[in-house]
Each structure stands twice: as C-alpha cells, then as structure tokens.
C-alpha cells in the first residue's frame, strides 16, 4: 500500500464544476504540499500546509492531521485547471524529511 | 529572479554513455532536491543536497548514479552507463536557507535512453 493515495486517479468535469481531489496518508507528518503538473511537465507548488485551511484564489486546500486526509478543491473549474495535481507529504525518514509523492489525479476540465 | 534551472531539457543517450543533468537552485537558496519521475509513475525523491554535503541520498540506486552540489555551480546528478530503464523525468527543486520549507521546482530534464 502506497503511503501516499490519491483520489480519483482520474476526474472530468465541466467548466465552472466544483472539483475536489482527496489525499490520504498513512505516516507521520511535518506538512502536505499539493502540485500541479502541467501537460508540458512543469511542476508549481500550490499550497504547503500543516494545518487547518489555505486559499489561493479559486483553489482551496484543507487538511485533517487526526483523519490523515487532505482535499483540494477548485472552484468554478476552467480549462486551463486541465493538469496533474499531485499530493505530497513531508515526512521524517532516516533522518531527513524527504517528500513522499502521490500518484496524481488527471483533471480534464471540458469548455 | 529567476526560477530554478534545469539544462538540458531534453538528453538522448545510448546504453553504455554517461548522463549528466545540471540544476541551477533559485538565488539565495542553498538546499537542492533531486526526484525521478518514470513514464506513468509518480515522482521518487532521490537525493538531498546542501552546499558541499549529501545530507540523504537513501533514494538514490545503489550503482551508477552520484549527485553532487559544489560552492560553486550548479548541482550535477550523474548516470554512468545508462540503461533503458534510466529514461525518465528528472526534476530538481530548491528551497531557501531554512529547510523544510517550501519547494521550487525546476522544468526538469527529459532524459530518453536509446
């Protein structure tokens, strides 16, 4: 079992659709990171959060610690949201925090 | 300032060559990440850097592959004697003076081993 899982691993929707992409983890924490990858293969870093709530425009990032769970939504979703968004915990291992990386979810928002 | 910098983009080399993949860290920041991303997996973190120290290089194979981030220049992630299964995505990220905080990521390096 990945200790990183992403859900859904794939998500189409419609302009101005409401969209949440969940992130569950199953190891100790310092924080969560969500990316996006563009189809070109660039990475930006959304959001990095160790508690509570972030927003950034029409993207919303929440995440409970004691559930080990993390959401994005998008709202009023366009076009240009179509990319990979990737969850990514910060997590101490042998003796460094290193990011440990969720598969993705594929978002294709239709015009 | 510009963003971190990855060259080159794209790198085809035979099986048997050497690869070697630069990343140029946001100014100011002195912490180096180096992660692998195969065709149709997620990203792996490979190795972490600071100015003239490996702090952890647990994700890095045990043959073949080094990094390394000198005073001076970029940072390097070195593959002797490639092989097909090398071919992947190779992405660098920095972060500032202060670790654990957030990552900026480079556009990575396209590397296709023929």
């Known amino acids: 079992k990945n200790e990183v899982e992403q859900s859904p691993q794939n998500l189409t929707a419609q302009e101005g659709e409401f969209i949440t992409i969940n992130c569950s983890y199953s190891?100790?924490?310092?924080?969560l990171h969500w990316l996006q990858q563009h189809p070109g293969g660039g990475i930006v870093s959304l959001f990095m959060l160790s508690s509570g709530k972030k927003k950034h425009g029409r993207l919303i990032a929440t995440i409970n610690i004691q559930e080990k769970h993390s959401s994005l939504h998008i709202t009023a979703s366009h076009p240009r949201d179509s990319a990979v968004y990737i969850c990514a915990v910060r997590s101490p291992q042998g003796g460094s925090e290193k990011l440990v990386f969720g598969k993705g979810t594929k978002l294709t928002v239709n015009p | 300032n510009a963003g971190v910098m990855q060259n080159p983009r794209h790198l085809v080399r035979r099986r048997g060559q050497e690869a070697r993949l630069r990343c140029s860290p946001m100014?100011?920041?002195?912490?180096v990440y180096w992660y692998r991303q195969l065709p149709e997996e997620g990203l792996k973190f490979m190795v972490y850097l600071q100015k003239e120290n490996i702090i952890d290089e647990s994700g890095m194979p045990k043959e073949r592959f080094s990094a390394e981030f000198p005073k001076e220049g970029p940072s390097i992630l070195r593959i002797q004697q490639v092989v097909r299964g090398d071919s992947a995505a190779y992405f660098c990220a920095s972060s500032p003076d202060w670790a654990y905080n957030e990552q900026f990521f480079g556009p990575g390096t396209r590397l296709t081993v023929l």
């Open positions: 100014k100011g920041h002195s912490h």
């Open positions: 190891v100790g924490i310092s924080a």
